[in-house]
């Protein structure tokens, strides 16, 4: 098929923009192992929506493409442009612009009889080739456009006449959506919506800003329809070691969104595995939404509850108590900054002063491996630990001797 | 769903050219530069021809079109509710909006169906009167170009005002906090809005949009070993920064980071929570940052 530069389905470009910006270091060859055809397409494809942000390396194994951007710098979330790709048709195209135009006041109120005449009279008859719309095509984009809120169909007698719902002014809300479409969750929605108001204003920049969750938009914006309904959900999940593409049944009961790891999970009941459960959104490449579930409220009130021992998103441990999580770190004068950085990072847990040096931390977690980088972070000042999974805890000392013999500290190296 | 042509650049290129057209003024070259302003790169190559060859029975070869109205389109149902659910935010009293028309629309989400589950719990006070007043007035100052006398509290507790030119806000979504990034003061370039205690725009004054040169970034080098998973924690948590990654061997890579000397410590910390997978290699001063702070450690003598 000959190359275009908009597309029909996401999912494929989804991936390569994920490891073009957030890996960087394959080659040609590495993605044809993957699909000998489509890199060429989908690079282009890529080049075409971030042009300025692509970069290109020269490896001995061949041509590295890559998307260089500093997330700080970009006001406007750079890969929401790969969501306003999706193709169409000659007809879709026409139809959109003659239907608005008809239909250019909520006070116009019209029949599809009505309407398709007025195609071909006042607007197609204009051209050589007049395309022919029949009223089966019409009443299929109206009704598209009805579904989409964008008008409003009533009978009329026997027949349906259609209007177009009002149109709103967002003029006021330019700040408003500058900040959300950036620091929102589906933020893309409130970039549809800066398009249409010419802001083009750089008020707000964002740090620490995961523009990789752009890609998940879709997923999420489905996930949440079923969240807001109490709807079951039929899930596609695959993991990137092992290829394999799973499909449960899932009843969706929050999201969570770390900003500090770049990644998103969607926390829910397995029907199949009969617990609560975190699924990685850009593990999810299709969502279909199903029947309304009776245990939404209880679930989601089991939920909150596991929150209160959860460090990350591991919530369920069968048959196995709690592990407690505790360890010391020195403060020295005029260090209170120590202190103040364990509390506010503290999550489920408590901080407490045992001496004017030092300050304790206590957790009791489902899962201590995830607390593991975080208390990494103490390394200079940690003085003692005590994990009741001594497993983890003795790995974590490993990882210091380790870590030592790394950077030739000690003079073990 | 979400993916959809209405929403598409195409769409919204073809509207602002018909836009053009309604007012019988649309000429070639305007076309064309208002498809490099608002669509891709190659864009040109399919809008141009797909119009002028009535291939979309938009406008014929004079650019003249059948459209009477310059194009427009209603909010869609999924919008009003994305602008429902941020109706609902916290933040959202930092801006002045009217919700009228999303009376009895359903929120595309609230607050209690997500958690941002490790983001610090000492935010700005979104709640507060004063914050919100300083935000409006240090957002009004940046719209109109004003200068503003800002009296706050340095990290240290002292009290300090100054004259300065507000040009933006940023946000740190893991801080949860605004700082003010500012010009026009030899003493600082940044703020942090929660510090403000009071601000005032100095009226007379209009300062042209003045916003500083980036620096120089810093950069590190780092090699990495894909063990435990390593590889995509590191790249996904450092996917944020502007960063050059190669392949070394069959199993390990090397990486160049590059980041703003302001947050060498948090940087520092955050390489070290990769444990020993990553080593950083270049340049020898932060490699001496991570030393040290092993060194220090190695000193508790933890057992």
Redesign the interface.
């Given at each position: 098929m000959a190359y275009t530069e908009l597309i029909k389905n996401f999912e494929r470009i989804r991936d390569y923009m994920r490891d073009f910006y957030v890996y960087g270091f394959k080659s040609r060859n590495e993605y044809e192992k993957k699909s000998a055809r489509s890199y060429d397409n989908e690079r282009r494809r890529i080049e075409s929506y971030l042009g300025d942000y692509m970069a290109f390396r020269q490896t001995q194994n061949g041509k590295n493409a890559f998307l260089s951007i500093d997330s700080r710098n970009a006001v406007h979330n750079p890969l929401y442009k790969a969501l306003k790709s999706k193709g169409f048709t000659d007809g879709d195209i026409t139809l959109h612009f003659i239907l608005f135009d008809i239909l250019n006041s909520p006070d116009t109120a019209l029949t599809l009889n009505e309407i398709t005449h007025m195609i071909d009279a006042e607007y197609l008859y204009c051209f050589k080739n007049p395309m022919i719309f029949d009223e089966s095509t019409v009443r299929k984009k109206l009704k598209e456009y009805v579904e989409l809120g964008l008008l409003s169909s009533n009978k009329q007698g026997k027949q349906m006449v259609y209007s177009r719902n009002s149109s709103t002014d967002l003029a006021s809300w330019n700040d408003a959506l500058e900040f959300f479409s950036e620091a929102g969750l589906d933020g893309v929605i409130g970039s549809f919506l800066l398009d249409k108001t010419d802001s083009g204003h750089e008020h707000f920049s964002f740090k620490h800003h995961y523009i990789t969750y752009a890609l998940e938009s879709e997923i999420l914006c489905e996930l949440l329809k079923a969240i807001s309904e109490k709807r079951i959900v039929t899930i596609k999940n695959y993991t990137r070691k092992s290829d394999n593409v799973k499909i449960w049944d899932v009843l969706p009961l929050k999201i969570f969104v770390s900003v500090q790891n770049g990644r998103r999970y969607l926390l829910g009941y397995s029907f199949s595995l009969h617990e609560i459960k975190s699924y990685r959104l850009d593990f999810i490449t299709d969502v279909k939404i199903g029947d309304i579930s009776p245990r939404f409220g209880e679930l989601r009130e089991k939920l909150s509850e596991m929150q209160e021992h959860m460090w990350g998103v591991y919530c369920n441990k069968r048959y196995v108590s709690l592990e407690h999580v505790e360890f010391t770190v020195h403060v020295g004068d005029n260090e209170e900054h120590i202190y103040h950085r364990l509390d506010r990072e503290k999550r489920c847990g408590t901080v407490e002063w045992i001496d004017k040096h030092t300050c304790r931390f206590m957790a009791d977690v489902y899962d201590t491996s995830e607390m593991i980088p975080w208390i990494r972070t103490f390394i200079c000042r940690i003085t003692t630990m005590d994990f009741s999974n001594r497993t983890i805890e003795n790995q974590f000392k490993n990882d210091i001797e380790d870590m030592y013999i790394l950077y030739g500290v000690g003079g073990e190296e | 769903?979400?993916?959809?042509?209405?929403?598409?650049?195409?769409?919204?290129t073809?509207?602002k050219i018909?836009a053009s057209a309604v007012k019988r003024n649309l000429t070639a070259d305007e076309m064309k530069q208002i498809i490099c302003d608002n669509a891709?790169?190659?864009?040109f190559?399919?809008i141009i021809p797909?119009l002028v060859n009535?291939?979309?029975?938009?406008l014929?070869p004079e650019l003249h079109t059948?459209?009477?109205?310059e194009?427009?389109?209603?909010?869609?149902?999924?919008?009003?509710r994305?602008?429902k659910?941020?109706s609902l935010?916290p933040?959202?009293k930092?801006?002045?909006?009217?919700f009228d028309?999303l009376d009895g629309i359903?929120?595309?989400?609230?607050t209690?169906?997500?958690?941002?589950?490790?983001?610090?719990?000492?935010g700005d006070p979104y709640e507060d009167e004063s914050y919100i007043q300083n935000f409006h007035l240090i957002?009004d100052a940046?719209?109109t170009k004003k200068k503003v006398q800002i009296q706050y509290e340095s990290q240290k507790g002292n009290h300090r005002t100054i004259l300065c030119a507000p040009y933006?806000?940023?946000?740190?979504?893991?801080?949860d906090k605004f700082?003010l990034?500012i010009s026009g003061c030899r003493y600082a370039y940044t703020i942090n809005v929660g510090r403000i205690k009071a601000c005032e725009i100095i009226d007379e004054s209009t300062v042209e949009c003045f916003i500083p040169k980036?620096k120089n970034?810093e950069f590190f080098i780092m090699e990495l070993v894909d063990q435990r998973n390593a590889?995509?924690?590191v790249?996904?948590?450092l996917?944020?920064?502007?960063?050059?990654?190669?392949?070394i061997s069959e199993n390990s890579?090397r990486v160049k980071i590059?980041y703003?000397h302001d947050d060498e410590t948090e940087l520092v910390?955050?390489i070290?929570?990769?444990?020993?997978f990553i080593?950083v290699t270049e340049p020898e001063s932060f490699?001496n940052l991570?030393?040290?702070?092993?060194?220090?450690?190695?000193s508790?003598q933890?057992?």
């Open positions: - | 769903m979400l993916f959809n042509e209405i929403y598409g650049c195409y769409y919204n073809v509207a018909l891709f790169s190659e864009s190559l399919t797909a009535e291939q979309w029975q938009l014929n059948p459209l009477k109205h194009p427009t389109m209603p909010l869609t149902m999924l919008q009003k994305w602008l659910a941020i935010d933040h959202i930092l801006f002045t909006v009217s028309f359903e929120p595309l989400f609230t209690g169906d997500y958690v941002v589950f490790d983001k610090y719990n000492d957002l940046i719209h933006q806000l940023e946000y740190s979504e893991k801080d700082r990034l980036q970034p590889l995509e924690r790249m996904l948590h996917a944020h920064f502007k960063k050059e990654a190669e392949r890579y590059y703003d910390i955050r070290l929570s990769f444990g020993p080593k490699v991570i030393k040290e702070r092993l060194k220090m450690q190695k508790c933890l057992k």
